[in-house]
């Protein structure tokens, strides 16, 4: 608890969007197990996160951006000191037990390039996302640099034409990138309509707070936001009714339109001063948002390895669920304040490399899927 009281909470700049990643990552949790057999959520929960991390790159990094060995190696050991050392730690601690010997599966998932090759085993499985992540954090530079040049619209043009060759890629005789379906479901080209969306959330943030005029009355954005996700969520469940799934529509749904209800959401979060917005500003959710890259990455390695060996002999699924929740989160809140935290800022100490942050947490993820 002492190392809880050094952790400064609640002096993020927005708050609750910290909130949302504590959210999203609980609903991770009980998609992969759920309360009760098949209860699986359709809603897209990555895209909520792939758009946080637009917003908070763009927001902190696009007025400093620039391509010079300086700036980029603060940039990159930035992302590394934030993402990397809790991910080696449980990696680490999956290798020694699950006794993978394996170089070339050890050197793609030690590397985050695991994603970008289909039939590659996940050793911790939500770390698919992390390969999204840090390809978006290794474009963003170029993608900041090309928005303050020439515009919005031409960067985004950039992701299109990056997904087209990608696509193309697919159509190739090989694991990488393997097929359109997997490039459109497991890579950032495929997902780069939500970073964007976060991207043009920050842009428009930024042009706000220079007029001093980014708060808001009523809560019109929250509700047409909500409204917007509901009615996607709605779509998506009829979708999943009906065999064969269409995947276009699918794909349609999650990585196109999607991410557009989901920026104005986050506009009303920042903007106006709702209850909703409130309950995910509060300290509990602070605290839980703060810790949830260590949830998500610890979760599936207590459900998979810990609680699914002992449910046959606890019985009542939906109350172990429930315990296994609960502990995952009170192990994830020890392992943020105990390693990931502390490691983070050592390194940046020991290379001298802090941002003006606008006190905002600077995860993705839970993170980032930082």
Not at 50 to 58: K, T
Not at 210 to 227: D, F, I, P
Not at 289 to 306: D, K, Q
């Amino acid at each position: 608890m002492k190392r809880l009281h050094k952790i400064a909470l609640g002096n993020e700049k927005y708050p609750a969007l910290t909130g949302v990643r504590a959210v999203g990552a609980s609903v991770v949790f009980f998609d992969h197990f759920p309360l009760w057999p098949d209860a699986h959520i359709v809603i897209n929960v990555m895209a909520f996160f792939y758009a946080l991390s637009g917003f908070l790159i763009v927001r902190i990094y696009y007025r400093q951006v620039e391509i010079s060995g300086r700036w980029l190696s603060k940039y990159f050991l930035n992302r590394f000191a934030r993402i990397y050392p809790v991910y080696f730690l449980l990696l680490t601690l999956v290798v020694c037990f699950g006794h993978h010997h394996d170089p070339w599966l050890l050197l793609k998932n030690y590397t985050l390039t695991h994603a970008l090759f289909e039939h590659t085993p996940l050793l911790i499985q939500p770390s698919w996302s992390l390969t999204v992540e840090e390809c978006f954090y290794f474009l963003a530079p170029a993608f900041m640099l090309l928005t303050r040049r020439w515009g919005f619209a031409l960067a985004f043009l950039a992701g299109g034409l990056l997904l087209a060759a990608a696509l193309g890629v697919s159509t190739l005789p090989t694991d990488f990138l393997h097929s359109p379906l997997f490039v459109l479901s497991t890579t950032f080209f495929g997902h780069f309509v939500e970073f964007f969306a976060g991207v043009f959330l920050a842009l428009v943030v930024m042009k706000l707070e220079e007029r001093k005029a980014l708060r808001a009355s009523g809560a019109r954005a929250t509700l047409a936001g909500v409204a917007g996700v509901v009615l996607l969520v709605g779509a998506m469940m009829l979708v999943y009714r009906h065999a064969p799934l269409n995947y276009t529509a699918i794909v349609l749904i999650n990585n196109f339109l999607i991410p557009v209800p989901i920026a104005v959401l986050y506009a009303g979060l920042i903007r106006e001063n709702t209850f909703l917005a409130r309950l995910l500003s509060g300290r509990v959710a602070g605290l839980l948002g703060r810790s949830s890259y260590s949830f998500y990455l610890l979760h599936t390695i207590i459900i998979y390895h810990v609680s699914a060996r002992l449910l046959a002999a606890a019985g009542h699924p939906a109350l172990w669920s429930l315990v296994t929740f609960i502990v995952t989160w009170l192990a994830s809140i020890a392992l943020f304040a105990l390693f990931e935290e502390p490691v983070n800022l050592w390194i940046r100490r020991k290379f001298q490399s802090k941002d003006e942050s606008l006190g905002m947490t600077q995860t993705l993820f839970p993170a980032g899927s930082r």
